[in-house]
Structure formats: C-alpha cells, structure tokens
C-alpha cells in the first residue's frame, strides 16, 4: 500500500484567515515532505521532516508553518496568505531521507485558493 | 547548478504506437532517476525508477537510462488515450541533497485516438 492521504480537497480562504492543511501516511515511512505547484510548473519543495524532525526548509516565508505531531501526520498551517500563495500543495513520503534512491510516494493534494 | 531538462511538448502519438520521453540531466553522479505522470488537476503518481545502466520495463513501460550520455527515457508501449498526461522527468542527484528531487519541467503526451 502507498498511499499517502490529505485534506481537505479544496481550501479557499481569505488573507486574514486562519487555516491547515492535514497528511497521513501509514506505510512507516519516516520522510516527509511538503511541496507546492503551481499550474504547468513542476513541484517546489517547501519543507522536509525526517523522523519526526523538520530537516530542510527551503526558504519560505513565514506565513506557512509545518508541524509533525507523530511519524504518521504531518500538517502545514496556514496564516495570512497573498493571493499568489494559490496553488496544488502536495504532500510526500519516502522511507527515509539518507538513501539516494528513497522513492517519494504523492498524496492527491490540497487545491488552495487564496481570496 | 544541477539541472534536469525535458522537452515540454506537446508531444502527439496516435494510439497504439510507441510514446517515447526524454530526459536529460546535468551531473554525471547522479544517484536515481524518476518518472512521474500527472493527470490535469492531480498529483504526480510514480510509473518507473531506474537506478542502473540499462533497461527496465514493468508492464507497456520501459525506462532506459544511459549514464555517460546523462539521459533517461521513458518509452510507452501500445499507447492508450489514458496515457495522455504530463509525464515529470525527477533525479536525485545524491551527496548532500539526498533528500531533494530535481524536476524537469514536465513533457505533455496526447494520444490521438
């Protein structure tokens, strides 16, 4: 089994909002990641957590907060963002980050739109 | 700078001919390779890795990955109108950044029916 679950959906909120977005994986994996799409673009790695740690944190602004309660969820919260903050947010897991061949594994993705 | 570079399309094949994908990339030591279909609107979901020289074929799937010339391919047999989707070229390029997928920028196949 791979799969790899996120909600909600569909987000839209406003610039003053308050939000999260959720992850789920139960395969064992202990890397984790959050990226972000925008249309015709490929992903954009935002955040890594290995083992329940966050590890890489590729420069985003502040206005996006990743959280790991446990080895199996993995939350990103979502504060005063811009409209140009639209976009597919992707959820992954691998294994583990130390392997060059650790395969990352998609959730279905947030769809967020900014008002 | 470590790059992975793909003709973004659209590449059109009628169905039931071969679909052949391209990828090439900039290090020389990079440690896996990647490909990724994404349907309009969905998340990419994982068709093939290949690590070593050679091919590797899994069902109408074959990836092929030649090191010293730093290319990959993806070539797609019987091509069906459910093929039609952009397909993202991803490396690892290994070392410190084991964690860190490089994209290219994704090559949109039609299938012609």
């Known amino acids: 089994d791979t799969e790899v679950t996120q909600t909600p959906k569909h987000l839209v909120m406003g610039m003053t909002n308050k939000k999260s977005l959720k992850c789920e994986q139960h395969?064992?994996?202990?890397?984790m990641y959050w990226y972000k799409q925008k249309a015709k673009k490929p992903p954009e790695l935002m955040f890594v957590?290995?083992?329940?740690?966050?590890?890489i944190n590729e420069s985003v602004p502040s206005r996006f907060s990743p959280e790991c309660p446990n080895s199996s969820l993995l939350n990103l919260h979502l504060h005063a963002l811009q409209p140009e903050d639209s976009a597919l947010y992707l959820c992954a897991s691998s294994q583990e980050t130390y392997s060059s061949t650790d395969t990352q594994y998609f959730g279905p993705g947030t769809r967020l739109t900014v008002l | 700078q470590k790059e992975v570079e793909q003709n973004s399309g659209p590449l059109s094949v009628p169905e039931g001919a071969i679909a052949s994908l391209n990828c090439t990339y900039s290090d020389r030591v990079s440690q896996s390779f990647f490909w990724y279909r994404q349907y309009s609107g969905k998340s990419p979901e994982l068709i093939m890795s290949i690590y070593s020289n050679g091919d590797k074929e899994d069902g109408r799937f074959t990836a092929q990955l030649n090191k010293a010339s730093q290319y990959v391919s993806l070539l797609i047999r019987d091509s069906q109108p459910s093929d039609s989707a952009t397909y993202l070229c991803?490396?690892?390029?290994?070392?410190?950044?084991?964690?860190?997928?490089?994209w290219g920028a994704g090559t949109k196949l039609i299938i012609k029916p």
């Open positions: 395969m064992g994996h202990r890397a």
């Open positions: 991803a490396v690892n390029f290994g070392g410190d950044s084991n964690y860190q997928l490089i």
């Open positions: 957590y290995s083992y329940e740690k966050l590890s």
